[in-house]
């Protein structure tokens, strides 16, 4: 079912790495040669020329476009209390200091992997680079990402925004420190201006170093539940300014729920006008926002229909993965359209491939990503899955997944359930197993 022909059977033919054929069918085709998905084993999954896939959904590799791999799995060694946005930034830079650089770059090695098991093949990370605290803590982060990044290229793709934090006090040392990591090879500038002492003068700041660089823009915006707080109209302005349409994204955007219409209506308009891009983190805003009301709570998902409705391309990602920012998640992007799904009310049967594009092609545009999807000519990276439409895709959540990058098969998984006889005492445990290939 490749999304971008709207769904139904294929045979999909792969030579070099690229899809050579896609070719609609009107019934699924058996032939001799064909091996059924399910029943090749590892080794020869990887030798086997003719696959049937037994009418499962196929979809273009995953992009999860907001992630932060270097805090990933953190959680035991720092929690949140009180479960909100500020005391998860407190508690994480006080530790921070403590983390060695295998350390961090082993937490974001098993965060990427993992993502990749579930499909995903292009991951955007935003980084933590505490320099007001340490430089050398700050750079640690970025060299661990860095060294993680090669570990695990022939599996998953990975690009890195550092957040930049913007104190006038401190501009020319954050500069030089900011240009030293791109030349390394960051791939893009973060930032969360919200939160800085003067959001405007980070934000120019931000704009000037990403248009210098010529490198697009990636800014936490709005992550509050106050209505005031709307940083996206000084970030719009510059996006404007520097012509950079199409190169700037704003993830969150909490507040905008929180607005009255007309004023999210004037945003969301500008935002358009912009041409950025949106990326909503269902899962961790569901659990940071609203802490301190009663009775209605805020929840800040943004308004995702409305962006949608306007024109915004808006995709979903995975943001926190076990870490005092969301004790929760595995990277599994089914699992965050499904909460999109719930969250954004987009659950009617035509609202399934809306929430599938926010997986894949969206992101994909928003990542810069060219050549994708299902069609002859693009690159060979997708996931198979466990289902035979999209709808079944979140009714069931399928664990199994066959996973195919770069060339080759890089993960696989299978699931063998064995029910109680019931006319009988004997019961068999479930087995599974998987494995990167």
Request: glycine share 8%; net charge negative; proline share 5%.
């Amino acid at each position: 079912m490749p999304l971008a022909q709207g769904g139904g059977l294929f045979k999909l033919t792969i030579k070099d790495g690229k899809w050579s054929s896609v070719e609609a069918q009107e019934e699924i085709v058996v032939s001799d040669r064909h091996v059924p998905i399910s029943k090749l084993n590892f080794e020869e999954l990887r030798t086997a020329r003719e696959i049937d896939l037994q009418g499962r959904v196929l979809l273009p590799g995953f992009v999860d476009v907001h992630m932060h791999l270097d805090k990933a799995y953190s959680l035991a060694h720092v929690r949140n209390r009180s479960g909100t946005l500020l005391e998860a930034i407190e508690n994480y830079r006080s530790i921070s200091p403590t983390f060695s650089k295998e350390s961090i770059r082993e937490r974001i090695v098993k965060a990427a992997l993992r993502a990749a098991s579930f499909g995903s093949l292009t991951l955007r990370s935003h980084l933590d680079v505490p320099l007001h605290l340490d430089r050398e803590v700050a750079l640690r982060t970025v060299e661990a990402a860095l060294e993680a990044r090669e570990i695990v290229k022939d599996f998953v793709d990975i690009q890195y925004f550092p957040m930049y934090f913007y104190d006038p006090a401190q501009q020319l040392g954050l500069t030089e420190f900011a240009e030293e990591t791109l030349r390394m090879g960051i791939d893009g500038i973060g930032g969360a201006p919200h939160l800085a002492p003067d959001p405007e003068a980070g934000i120019r700041w931000a704009l000037q170093l990403a248009t210098s660089f010529d490198l697009p823009i990636d800014l936490h915006s709005d992550e509050s539940d106050d209505p005031d707080v709307k940083t996206i109209d000084l970030y719009c302005d510059q996006i404007l300014n520097h012509n950079y349409a199409g190169r700037a994204t704003a993830g969150h955007l909490c507040s905008l729920s929180a607005m009255a219409q007309q004023e999210a209506d004037r945003l969301i308009a500008k935002m358009a006008e912009a041409g950025i891009g949106v990326v909503t983190l269902p899962a961790v805003n569901l659990y940071l926002q609203g802490r301190g009301d009663q009775g209605n709570v805020r929840r800040g998902l943004t308004r995702v229909k409305e962006l949608m409705k306007a024109g915004v391309p808006v995709a979903a990602a995975s943001d926190n993965i076990q870490d005092p920012f969301h004790p929760f998640g595995r990277g599994d992007m089914l699992q965050m359209g499904l909460m999109t799904a719930y969250a954004a009310h987009l659950a009617r049967e035509e609202d399934i491939v809306t929430v599938l594009r926010m997986l894949t092609h969206l992101p994909a545009t928003i990542a810069g990503i060219p050549e994708y999807g299902v069609a002859a000519g693009n690159p060979a990276g997708f996931v198979v899955l466990d289902a035979e439409s999209g709808e079944e895709l979140f009714q069931e959540l399928p664990a199994t997944r066959w996973v195919y990058n770069k060339t080759r098969w890089i993960y696989a998984s299978e699931l063998k359930r064995q029910w109680m006889d019931p006319l009988s005492n004997t019961a068999a445990a479930s087995l599974g197993s998987s494995a990167l290939l």
